[in-house]
C-alpha cells in the first residue's frame, strides 16, 4: 500500500511539474496575433528602407503617426532646452515644427525621391502627354523610426507651366500616397524637385 501511495504522489508531481514547465511558442502565430501585427502601428523595427506606395487609409495612419512624432520631439527638445536655459535663439521652425536642413538629408532625400521615379513613370505612359519632367513643389514632414511622406503643394512642367489636367492629378496621387525613408531627424522639409522621364 505503501508503494501505490509513494508511485501516486510522484505521479502528482510529475503532472504539476509538467503543467508548470514553460512551453516554446508554436512557429506559426494564431489568426489573433496575425491582425494584430496586420493593424499594429509602425515601429521602429519596420522602419520602411524603400519608397513604397500606401492605400489611402494607410498613408493617412502613417502621417498622423509622423506628424505626433514630430511634435513629440519638439516639445522634449524644447522642454529640455528651456531647462538648460541656454538662452541661444530658437530653431526654425515650419508651422511650428521643426525645419529639416537640407544639407543634411541631401543623399537619402535624392535617393529616395529617385526610387520615386518608375512609380510616377506611369502616370506619363497613361497620358502620353509632354513634357517628360514635372517640378514638384512638396513638404516632407519625417521621422527616424517611421519614415516621410510628402504634402505635394503644387505640380508644373519645368517652366512653371500647369501640367495637363489628368497627368497633375495621376502624379499628384501617386506623390501623396508615397512613404519614403526616414531622413535622419524628426521635422519638416519644403523642397522643389524636378522629376525627370526618360
Avoid at 514553460?22 to 521602429?44: F, M, N, W
Avoid at 503643394?153 to 507651366?161: C, E, I, K, V, Y
Avoid at 492629378?169 to 524637385?193: F, H, M, N, T, W
Wanted: aromatic share 4%.
Amino acid at each position: 500500500m505503501r508503494n501505490v501511495v509513494v508511485a501516486l504522489v510522484v505521479m502528482i508531481i510529475a503532472v504539476v511539474v509538467w503543467w508548470q514547465w514553460p512551453r516554446h511558442q508554436d512557429a506559426k502565430p494564431g489568426i489573433e496575433a496575425q491582425r494584430a501585427a496586420a493593424t499594429a502601428p509602425v515601429a521602429s523595427s519596420t522602419t520602411p528602407s524603400k519608397v513604397r506606395r500606401l492605400d489611402p487609409e494607410a498613408r493617412k495612419r502613417l502621417g498622423q503617426q509622423i506628424e505626433t512624432a514630430i511634435k513629440q520631439s519638439s516639445a522634449a527638445k524644447a522642454a529640455a532646452a528651456q531647462t538648460a536655459s541656454s538662452g541661444g535663439s530658437a530653431a526654425p521652425t515650419l508651422d511650428g515644427d521643426p525645419i529639416i536642413p537640407l544639407e543634411s538629408v541631401g543623399k537619402p532625400l535624392q535617393e529616395g525621391l529617385g526610387a520615386a521615379i518608375p512609380l510616377l513613370a506611369g502616370c506619363y505612359e497613361k497620358s502620353g502627354t509632354p513634357p517628360k519632367t514635372a517640378a514638384a513643389s512638396m513638404t516632407m514632414a519625417s521621422d527616424p523610426d517611421l519614415g516621410t511622406v510628402i504634402d505635394n503643394a503644387a505640380m508644373t512642367d519645368a517652366s512653371g507651366q500647369p501640367l495637363a489636367a489628368a497627368l497633375d492629378e495621376c502624379l499628384r496621387d501617386v506623390i501623396d500616397s508615397l512613404a519614403l525613408p526616414p531622413l535622419g531627424q524628426p521635422g519638416k522639409l519644403q523642397i522643389q524637385y524636378t522629376f525627370k522621364f526618360d
